[in-house]
Structures are given as C-alpha cells and as structure tokens.
C-alpha cells in the first residue's frame, strides 16, 4: 500500500513518474536541441546473420561453431503516406521471464527511402547480458536523421541466451566487425531490402558495457598482455585481440569511421595498458558516470579516455550516475514493482531518469556522428564545450542547445590527439 501512496504522491505532486508506457520514443521538455528526432520516416526489420566456422570459446580448443547473430535495422523509410508508430513485440526482459512489448515510431517492414541514400551505418552492441532492444532509442532517432542502424544480439550473451562471460570477451570486437562487413555486402548486392541502402564506407560502433569494451578494441585497442593471464577466457581465444598481433592489426577495418563508447568495461582490470590505447586513431565519444560500480569511472572510463592519445575524443560525464548512464531505454512498466536485483535495477540509475539521459545522449552522438560519418561542420559547434578543469565546472553553463539550468551535474571535455 505505501508504494501505491508513493507514486500517487510522485505524480500528482509533479515529481518523476517511473512508468512511462515502454516507449523507446521518449523527448522531454528539457531535451536538448539534437535529440529530437530528425525528418525521415523510419522502417524496421529483424534479419537473421549466421558467422560460419567460428571458434567455439566454450567447447574448448578447437571447436567450431555457426554463429548466429539476429539484427534489428532501423533505416529511413517511405511510408507511401501512411502513419509512423509501430510495436516490438515479444521482447525479453532482463532478469525475467516475461516478454514485453516496446512501442516506438518505426513501422515494421516498411519500404526504403532511398531518394537520398546510401545512408551511413551505425551498429549497436547490447552490455552483458543484453538484447538488441536495450539501446533501441538510438536506433529510432537516427534513423530519422538519415542512418542505417544494425543492433546485436551478441549469441551466449542475451538474456535469453546468458553463457559463459569467456564468449562475450572473445566475441564483441569480432561480432561487431562481422556485422560492419555483412551488411556492406548486402548493400552491395542486388535484391534485398537493403541494396544500395547503406555507405558502409562511413560507419560507426555505438557499444555499452561490454558492446563498449568491443567498440574500444573495433576501434583500435588492442588487448594487454595481462589480460589473456587474468583466467577469464582461454589465451588462445583472446590471441587475436591482442596489441601488436598480427591477427589484430589485420583485422582492423578501414570503413569504421567513429566509435561511441557507452561504460566501456575492462580498463580498470587493466585489459589495456597505454601502448594498447594508443592504438585508437579514431574520433572517440565516451560516456559514464561517476559512480559507476560496474566499469569504475576513474580507473576505467576516464583511463580510456586519457589513455587514447592518438585519437581526437571527446567525454560526457553525468555527476553520480552508475553503470546504467545514458545508454539503458527507461525501465519498462512490467519492471517497476521489484526490489534489489529486479528487472528495474538492470535498466534504471538510482539519480537520474533514464529519459533524460537518453535525451541528452541522443544529442550528443547526433553532432559527434553529425561531424564524423557525415562531414557536416555545422555540429562543431556543439562539441565545443570541453572545460580546462572538469571538476570544477559542474553547474549551470551556457552549452550550445541546451536550455537554462538543463546542463547541471553534466561536464563534457574535449582532447586532442
């Protein structure tokens, strides 16, 4: 009965309402300027990608596998007149076993704007456990400003699907990468939905957790020589991801343009050490919060982003936040009544409302792939807000597209390489 009161007391008293109708779609008043969704239209399919002849981490040395990787794609879309808004049905909460339905603007199966394609790739890479929804605010938003976004279900790594953590530290980087070539080959070739659909040539990684962990090594970082002695996968299957490997650096693609590294994981078990970092030549984005009690803000988070001294990159920082800064879509209805270790602590922070931190990352990776992938140097602008002293400079700053009082307990730096 008090909670009941407690939510009634939240909602007429105009505090935070912590339903919020499973909506991937959300904008808030206080949303800044870039997270609004752009013109386009907006499609969605589900496609099924199969990685032949893989190594088997969890089978041991030697064994192979299929592996299979289902997509989710959002792409601009001709709606031949008809209405935006569709549902994901089907979609399984973390800690549960309940499937749930998401409601978002993108239609399912829509036909292809390709008036003004191919339309720049994103890939979006889940945390651990994870599915290909849990960042799904992304994929809506950019689409409807002209991107092609392929989000993973990384296989032994869903909620579904949970095995053991040595796959998800062999496979994130090669999944990633893998996906990046499959889907240039199917814009490459005639027939498909996505046939001329896609500049393959000026993609980007958006990774949470340990999407973020892959993204940092798509983007160049190459594991440490600790890391394949910790005992959390076997040393030969991390020998390819190793700095310096031939097997690395051949497995670098050239088409990866720009990375957004969402509570990267692993720099603070000293997975990279500074000549691996190094290895980032790339425009990096990062985002974390402060009192992240996953990934650890000082010693992971902020060691990448010092540490990649090669690499113009840039560091969103939301002022005591945890783990589930930014990147989680807000916690879905079904999720709000548990208590600790429930469906709701896997998506929501203990500070801010995971609607609002979508909002402002939307934002931001509007203008860091805006500049990046496009070319457009009008989003400079609002990347230039980087302070001399971070800790310093927490309250309220005139950022370009933000609203008054809209930028407290956010810092954003910049660096150079």
Known sequence: MKWILAIALLTTMGGPVLAEGNRIDIQRPDAPELAAPGPLAIGVRTIEIVNENQPDVLAGIGATYNRPLTLE????????????????????????????????????????????APYPLVILSHGYPGNRFLISHFGENLASKGYV??????FESTYENKLGFASTLANRS??????????????????????????????????????????????GAGLSEAASGMGMAPPEALAGLMAG??????????????????????????????????????????????????????????????????????????????????APMPPPDEAIMGGAGSPFEHYADFVW??????????????????????GDTSMERYLALGPDDWRETTGDRPWVGFGERTTRALVFEQAKP
Not at 266 to 275: C, R, S, V
Not at 309 to 326: C, D, K, V, W
Not at 356 to 369: D, E, G, K, S
């Open 73 to 116: 794609i959002w792409y601009p879309a001709d709606l031949k007149g008809g209405a935006p808004g569709g549902d994901y049905l089907d979609v399984q909460m973390a800690n549960s076993d309940q499937k749930i339905t998401l409601h978002g603007q993108a239609v399912r199966d829509a036909e292809p704007l390709k008036t003004d």
């Open 149 to 154: 976004v392929a989000s993973i279900d990384h």
């Open 174 to 219: 090669p999944d990633q990468l893998f996906i990046l070539d499959s889907v240039a080959k199917l814009s490459a070739a005639s027939g498909g939905f996505l046939s001329g659909l896609v500049d393959a040539e000026n993609s980007a990684i958006i990774g949470y957790s340990m999407g973020g962990y892959g993204a940092v090594l798509s983007a």
């Open 245 to 326: 490997s031939e097997a690395f650096t051949a497995s670098r693609d050239s088409r990866l343009k720009a990375v957004v590294a969402i509570a990267p994981w692993g720099a603070h078990l000293g997975l990279w050490d500074e000549a691996g970092l190094a290895g980032i030549k790339m425009p990096l984005l990062m985002m974390g919060g402060t009192l992240d009690e996953v990934s650890d803000y000082e010693n992971g988070i902020r060691r990448i982003y010092d540490g990649a001294t090669n690499a113009e990159r840039y560091l969103l920082t939301f002022q005591g936040a945890g783990h589930n800064a930014a």
């Open 353 to 374: 409302a995971n609607a609002r931190m979508n909002n402002i990352a939307q934002h931001f990776v509007t203008a860091f792939l805006g500049l990046y992938l496009k």
